[in-house]
């Protein structure tokens, strides 16, 4: 058997995200010793940032949920912004709020809505966009008795049982598919709305149940004023968590592939070996990556993988974990933003809102999704200037066969915004593509991801954060990283581990 060197650090961190950041961060602050590594070249993962006509902008994720903090504390991602002194930046979002685009014509999401559901369906923008037979069949939820005879879990079942085919085709769907990537039939409810079946229970009625969920988080307001962002870009978070974590000595190897990592027979100490906290279990992890394809071993007291679907479930099953069989779970997600910076001071009215979701079946559209980004940010409208504005398309490119154009983004982006965009105009463009981008909320996806948690807790120095495992965005993804890898490095730093 090949002999290891000892032990050179004391956690080793795969993935640069913000899950690995967090985790790094949290063992960092601790005490121990922490070696991040990435394929990438720039760490943050999907928080990211490019350079579009002179504007430095978000390529990924360009907000976080407001949700997840008691009742008049912060959320998981403000109360980190606030602790790595940024708290001061925390934005809103323009409460103009989005629209969508049907195949009869665009109109503004319901005020009083999650995730689409309305919780007035006979309000005037519900109407608009249902019309009075749909609005009607919506109301219906309100004196249908609530009988169950099995648990709810698809969102889209809930839906068109409560309140038919319309809303969920002409609001839910749209909104859905361009949050989760995914039709709202394959959902799972609890992992998109939290609470939404107990509030049910509750209120009688899936419409009360929104209601009271909108009033608890406190966002009876304009859909979408639920998130927050950064005064700059989101991208700012990753930079600020990078340099904490410098600044508690935590070694960062970009360009590095991960191809390996398990547990290795401790060698005998060596006199003069700086000593590492024991786990106890008599043994150190070894983890390969190649650097230009040079191999390179690092040993350490525990691995914390914070990657991506795929490659964390290969780096787990390579542990003799039991996964499950490839097909049970679901695909990954491959999204591609295209961003547009256009001269054109009819935008600075805002035709759209902060931007347009896009329900299926609507003709010479290629897009899901259109964030209007300087309508939605007064910072970005500020830095670009009078009459020019930064527009971002997503494409799901499970639908779309090839990288969206200039061109199709232009086109895309006039049909959304009712306004005939010029060339002309155009004075940069950038595409951004996002594989393995989204976690998967799909029903049966969290009893999938606790068999392997439940494998993951009892193997001795291992903790498995990030997005797959926590859930669809950042609120989810640090709700779950920061406490879990405080409590690892507690245990680790006492020998409980």
């Known amino acids: 058997m090949t002999e290891i060197d000892p032990v050179d650090t004391d956690v080793v961190v795969i993935g640069a995200g913000v899950a690995?950041?967090?985790?790094?961060?949290?063992?960092?602050?601790?005490?121990?010793?922490?070696?991040?590594?990435?394929?990438?070249?720039?760490?943050?993962?999907?928080?990211?940032?490019?350079?579009?006509?002179?504007?430095?902008?978000?390529?990924?994720?360009?907000?976080?949920?407001?949700?997840?903090?008691?009742?008049?504390?912060p959320g998981p991602v403000a109360s980190l912004i606030a602790d790595l002194g940024l708290g001061d930046a925390i934005v809103t979002p323009n409460p103009r709020g989005a629209w969508v685009q049907l195949p009869d014509g665009a109109a503004p999401l319901p005020k009083l809505s999650l995730l689409g559901i309305p919780g007035a369906p006979l309000a005037d923008d519900v109407r608009r966009i249902l019309g009075w037979r749909g609005s009607l069949r919506a109301q219906l939820d309100r004196y249908i008795p609530l009988l169950r005879v099995r648990p709810e879990t698809d969102l889209g079942g809930i839906v068109r049982r409560r309140m038919g085919q319309a809303v969920l085709d002409r609001l839910v769907t749209p909104?859905?598919?361009?949050?989760?990537?995914?039709?709202?039939t394959v959902i799972d409810v609890h992992a998109v709305a939290p609470g939404l079946t107990k509030a049910m229970t509750n209120q009688g009625s899936l419409s009360g149940a929104v209601l009271a969920l909108?009033?608890?988080?406190?966002?009876?307001?304009?859909?979408?004023?639920?998130?927050?962002?950064?005064?700059?870009?989101?991208?700012?978070?990753?930079?600020?968590?990078?340099?904490?974590?410098?600044?508690?000595?935590?070694?960062?190897?970009?360009?590095?592939?991960?191809?390996?990592?398990?547990?290795?027979?401790?060698?005998?100490?060596?006199?003069?070996?700086?000593p590492s906290t024991s786990s106890g279990n008599g043994s150190r992890w070894v983890t390969t990556a190649a650097v230009d394809d040079e191999p390179v071993q690092i040993t350490s007291q525990a691995v914390v993988v914070a990657t991506s679907f795929r490659t964390g479930l290969a780096l787990l099953g390579g542990l003799g974990l039991d996964t499950g069989a490839p097909e049970s779970w679901p695909e990954p997600a491959s999204v591609e933003l295209a961003t547009l910076?256009?001269?054109?001071?009819?935008?600075?009215?805002?035709?759209?809102?902060?931007?347009?979701?896009?329900?299926?079946?609507?003709?010479?559209?290629?897009?899901?999704?259109?964030?209007?980004?300087?309508?939605?940010?007064?910072?970005?409208?500020?830095?670009?200037?009078?009459?020019?504005?930064?527009?971002?398309?997503?494409?799901?490119?499970?639908?779309?066969?090839?990288?969206?154009?200039?061109?199709?983004?232009?086109a895309d982006a006039g049909a959304l915004l009712g306004l005939a965009l010029e060339e002309s105009s155009v004075r940069g463009f950038d595409v951004t593509r996002w594989n393995d981008s989204l976690a998967f909320a799909t029903v049966g996806h969290r009893a999938r991801v606790e068999a392997v948690r439940a494998q993951v807790d009892a193997v001795p120095g291992l903790l498995v954060v990030g997005a797959w495992m926590a859930g669809t965005g950042l609120a989810a993804t640090i709700a779950q990283s920061r406490p879990a890898a405080s409590d690892f490095a507690f245990e680790l730093r006492t020998g409980a581990r």
């Not at 999704?369 to 997503?394: C, D, I």
Request: net charge neutral.
């Open 20 to 73: 690995g950041l967090v985790a790094a961060r949290e063992c960092a602050r601790k005490g121990l010793r922490v070696t991040v590594l990435d394929a990438a070249e720039t760490p943050g993962g999907f928080v990211a940032t490019h350079t579009v006509d002179g504007i430095r902008l978000d390529s990924g994720a360009e907000s976080f949920a407001t949700r997840g903090g008691e009742k008049g504390k």
């Open 175 to 184: 909104i859905v598919g361009g949050v989760h990537s995914a039709s709202p």
């Open 214 to 274: 909108l009033e608890e988080r406190g966002s009876k307001v304009a859909a979408g004023s639920a998130v927050g962002g950064i005064d700059g870009g989101m991208f700012r978070l990753v930079e600020a968590l990078v340099a904490d974590c410098e600044k508690f000595g935590v070694e960062f190897r970009m360009s590095t592939a991960v191809q390996s990592t398990g547990p290795f027979p401790l060698p005998e100490p060596v006199e003069g070996n700086r």
């Open 341 to 410: 910076v256009v001269d054109d001071s009819r935008l600075d009215a805002a035709p759209r809102g902060t931007g347009v979701l896009v329900a299926t079946g609507v003709p010479g559209i290629q897009a899901k999704a259109l964030t209007h980004a300087t309508a939605k940010w007064n910072w970005l409208a500020e830095a670009a200037g009078p009459g020019r504005h930064v527009l971002r398309l997503s494409y799901d490119r499970d639908v779309v066969a090839q990288s969206p154009t200039r061109a199709q983004a232009l």
